[in-house]
Protein backbone atom coordinates (compact mmCIF):
# COMPACT_ATOMS: atom_id res chain seq x y z
CA UNK A 1 0.00 0.00 0.00
CA UNK A 2 1.43 3.46 -0.67
CA UNK A 3 -0.32 6.70 0.46
CA UNK A 4 1.74 9.86 -0.11
CA UNK A 5 -0.19 13.60 1.10
CA UNK A 6 3.51 15.27 0.01
CA UNK A 7 3.93 14.05 -2.94
CA UNK A 8 2.56 16.39 -5.71
CA UNK A 9 -0.13 14.78 -6.91
CA UNK A 10 -0.68 13.06 -3.82
CA UNK A 11 -0.56 9.80 -4.61
CA UNK A 12 -2.68 6.57 -2.62
CA UNK A 13 -2.38 3.26 -4.53
CA UNK A 14 -2.60 -0.63 -3.14
CA UNK A 15 -1.50 -3.45 -4.61
CA UNK A 16 -2.19 -6.86 -3.39
CA UNK A 17 -0.06 -10.06 -4.51
CA UNK A 18 -0.77 -13.55 -3.65
CA UNK A 19 -1.17 -16.99 -5.33
CA UNK A 20 -4.21 -16.66 -7.04
CA UNK A 21 -3.60 -13.38 -8.51
CA UNK A 22 -2.97 -9.77 -7.95
CA UNK A 23 -5.45 -6.72 -7.35
CA UNK A 24 -4.37 -3.15 -7.75
CA UNK A 25 -6.52 0.35 -6.98
CA UNK A 26 -5.19 3.76 -8.08
CA UNK A 27 -7.39 6.50 -6.11
CA UNK A 28 -6.40 8.84 -9.20
CA UNK A 29 -8.92 7.39 -11.34
CA UNK A 30 -10.69 4.98 -8.86
CA UNK A 31 -10.35 2.06 -10.68
CA UNK A 32 -9.54 -1.39 -9.59
CA UNK A 33 -7.95 -4.10 -11.62
CA UNK A 34 -7.34 -7.63 -11.32
CA UNK A 35 -5.25 -10.12 -12.50
CA UNK A 36 -6.03 -14.23 -12.45
CA UNK A 37 -3.14 -16.40 -12.36
CA UNK A 38 -4.87 -19.14 -13.94
CA UNK A 39 -6.78 -17.42 -16.71
CA UNK A 40 -3.36 -15.17 -17.14
CA UNK A 41 -6.34 -12.54 -17.82
CA UNK A 42 -6.71 -8.35 -16.27
CA UNK A 43 -10.08 -7.45 -15.42
CA UNK A 44 -10.74 -3.82 -15.07
CA UNK A 45 -13.35 -2.75 -12.26
CA UNK A 46 -14.50 0.88 -13.00
CA UNK A 47 -16.46 3.08 -10.92
CA UNK A 48 -19.92 3.11 -11.89
CA UNK A 49 -21.54 6.21 -13.30
CA UNK A 50 -23.09 8.87 -11.49
CA UNK A 51 -20.22 7.36 -8.70
CA UNK A 52 -19.69 10.21 -5.26
CA UNK A 53 -16.39 9.10 -2.91
CA UNK A 54 -18.49 10.57 -0.44
CA UNK A 55 -21.32 8.28 -0.73
CA UNK A 56 -19.02 5.90 0.92
CA UNK A 57 -18.83 7.46 3.76
CA UNK A 58 -22.27 8.56 4.42
CA UNK A 59 -23.25 4.75 3.58
CA UNK A 60 -21.19 3.93 6.35
CA UNK A 61 -22.24 6.02 9.13
CA UNK A 62 -25.93 5.23 8.32
CA UNK A 63 -24.85 1.56 8.13
CA UNK A 64 -23.10 2.30 12.01
CA UNK A 65 -25.94 4.02 13.57
CA UNK A 66 -28.80 1.52 12.16
CA UNK A 67 -26.38 -1.20 14.00
CA UNK A 68 -26.20 0.86 17.27
CA UNK A 69 -30.25 1.17 16.74
CA UNK A 70 -30.27 -2.65 16.71
CA UNK A 71 -32.07 -2.22 13.02
CA UNK A 72 -29.32 -4.44 11.52
CA UNK A 73 -26.75 -6.39 12.09
CA UNK A 74 -23.03 -4.89 11.48
CA UNK A 75 -21.85 -5.86 7.98
CA UNK A 76 -18.22 -7.06 9.41
CA UNK A 77 -18.47 -9.12 12.79
CA UNK A 78 -16.04 -9.15 15.69
CA UNK A 79 -14.20 -12.51 13.95
CA UNK A 80 -13.72 -10.44 10.44
CA UNK A 81 -12.00 -7.64 12.53
CA UNK A 82 -10.00 -9.76 14.45
CA UNK A 83 -8.89 -12.15 11.02
CA UNK A 84 -8.31 -8.54 9.35
CA UNK A 85 -5.89 -7.68 12.37
CA UNK A 86 -4.19 -11.06 12.37
CA UNK A 87 -3.73 -9.96 8.22
CA UNK A 88 -2.03 -6.74 8.72
CA UNK A 89 0.22 -8.03 11.20
CA UNK A 90 1.18 -10.79 9.32
CA UNK A 91 2.09 -8.55 6.64
CA UNK A 92 3.90 -6.50 8.58
CA UNK A 93 6.12 -9.14 10.26
CA UNK A 94 6.88 -10.24 6.51
CA UNK A 95 8.04 -6.72 6.06
CA UNK A 96 10.00 -6.65 8.73
CA UNK A 97 11.51 -10.20 8.85
CA UNK A 98 12.17 -10.06 5.16
CA UNK A 99 10.05 -13.59 4.50
CA UNK A 100 6.70 -14.91 3.65
CA UNK A 101 4.26 -15.07 6.29
CA UNK A 102 1.60 -17.82 5.60
CA UNK A 103 -1.80 -16.49 6.48
CA UNK A 104 -4.74 -19.16 6.92
Not at 62 to 69: K, L, T
Not at 78 to 90: F, H, K, P, Q
Amino acid sequence: MYLSYNQKPTTHKIELIGTEGTACWDNSDGIAISYNSETEEWVDYPLPAGFERNDLFLAEMRHFVSVIREMEDPVCSLTDGVRALELAIAAKQSAEQGKIEYFK
